[in-house]
């Protein structure tokens, strides 16, 4: 379980330009849930992401994963909490070394290597047999540069990478945004079948209502900082979703 209690954060602290996103935030997310964060530009959607993964440090507060105190720990050691999945097909993945390479280390994540050891070959079999749950015949592609993957490939090696692990929580961070209609659905179904697979907890920051509905069990919608409607996906559709933007905003 994930808990922020009394979560505060402001930018440009003590000037005439102060900005404060989150001042004595509070939110809960129970295990293996997925929550979905809509809101317009500037809410504090992806600043929450980054302050639950370290990005940022926070002003005060607490966050809390299954009752350990995360607040005070760098970035690099709070990662082995999260998985993570960038709106940029690239930050997710290593563009310059091949789809085995990429696997090799995510496979050897917050672990000491040598980079000329990095791929043990009886890891490769296993290797195989996860990116062929993505049915887009990378496990015949070990040895293809990722850069020379499409956006979608991209996002699903990358999304691939970021539950290897296992990891107590998955961060989406709008990671179909920049992929067409058609590959973004695409996506977005691998990603419900690899988390509920995994019964991994994770959130999912999307402009996307249709998605924040289809694709979650709970939605929530910020403005300034501020939890402003709260609901189980199932008693809500998209036109729901659509007033309560329009409302909000």
Known sequence: MLE???????FNKGSEFENRIFEDFNLTIED????AIIGSNG???????????????SDGGSI????????????KNRSIYFGRVHQDPSKGVSPSLTILENMAL??????????????????????????????????????????????GQRQSLSLLMASMKMPKLLLLDEHTASLDPSTSKVV??????????KNITTLIITHNMRDAVNYSDRVIMLKEGKVVFDEMSKDITETDLDKMYLIGN
């Open 4 to 10: 922020i209690r009394n979560l505060k954060k402001s």
């Open 32 to 35: 293996n849930t997925s929550l």
């Open 43 to 57: 809410c504090g959607k992806s600043t929450l992401l980054n302050l639950i993964a370290g990005s940022l440090d």
């Open 64 to 75: 809390t994963i299954d009752g350990e105190e995360i607040t005070k720990i760098s970035e």
């Open 106 to 151: 995510a496979d050897n994540k917050n672990k000491k290597f040598n980079l000329s050891r990095l791929i043990k070959k009886d890891r490769i079999k296993y290797y195989k047999e996860l990116l062929s749950t993505l049915n887009l015949g990378l496990e015949d592609m070990l040895d293809r540069k990722v850069s020379l993957l499409s956006g």
């Open 188 to 197: 977005m179904d691998k990603t419900q079948e690899l988390i509920k697979k």
